[in-house]
T-cell receptor, first 113, second 116 residues
């Protein structure tokens, strides 16, 4: 079963707007990662946040992590049509620094030009 | 090559046939993962290799599924007596395991399997 749950399931915005996606998980984690998937094929790693971090930035991406609420959010600022994709959060279980990732169901983001 | 490659990219097979899916990880990556993604769903973990051994096979859905890895490189996922519910995209990923790495996983483009 999937540990991570993203919401919303789908998000439709205009170019230039910000997009926020949320992820919740159930068990303790070592880290949480966000991936992007275009056209239902290979995933691209976006950003990783460790369990002892609260916020991380990478370009137009901002990720927050609240381990007390077991939740994370991904913010994409000044969105572009090229950001249209599915976005997944993935967690690595606490106590491990390698091994399987547990993925959520994903958020489908559509950015209209 | 620079990234993870998988073959074939698409495979259509008849119910009951066996299929083999191949993954070539990034050179030097010791960890290799197989995931399955059904249409509109997230990824389901299948199996994880560290070197040539598989410390975690917990995601293999049945004994019809098996995987091996040789030479700490190529991996093959075999599905015997395929069923229609096996239809999915099978994704392979690899990661390095070394000091200072974040162990992020690099994914291949996947093999789309359709069982008719």
């Amino acid at each position: 079963s999937q540990q991570g749950e993203e919401d919303p399931q789908a998000l439709s915005i205009q170019e230039g707007e910000n997009a926020t996606m949320n992820c919740s998980y159930k068990t303790s984690i070592n880290n949480l990662q966000w991936y992007r998937q275009n056209s239902g094929r290979g995933l691209v790693h976006l950003i990783l946040i460790r369990s002892n971090e609260r916020e991380k930035h990478s370009g137009r991406l901002r990720v927050t992590l609240d381990t007390s609420k077991k939740s994370s959010s991904l913010l994409i600022t000044a969105s572009r049509a090229a950001d249209t994709a599915s976005y997944f959060c993935a967690t690595r279980a606490g106590g491990t620094s390698y091994g399987k990732l547990t993925f959520g169901q994903g958020t489908i983001l559509t950015v209209h030009p | 090559g620079a990234g993870v490659s998988q073959s074939p990219s698409n495979k259509v097979t008849e119910k009951g046939k066996d299929v083999e899916l191949r993954c070539d990880p990034i050179s030097g990556h010791t960890a290799l993962y197989w995931y399955r993604q059904r249409l509109g769903q997230g990824l389901e973990f299948l199996i994880y290799f560290q070197g040539n051994s598989a410390p975690d096979k917990s995601g293999l859905p049945s004994d019809r599924f098996s995987a091996e890895r040789t030479g700490e490189s190529v991996s093959t996922l075999t599905i015997q007596r395929t069923q229609q519910e096996d239809s999915a995209v099978y994704l392979c990923a690899s990661s390095s395991r070394g000091q200072g790495t974040s162990y992020e996983q690099y994914f291949g483009p996947g093999t789309r399997l359709t069982v008719t």
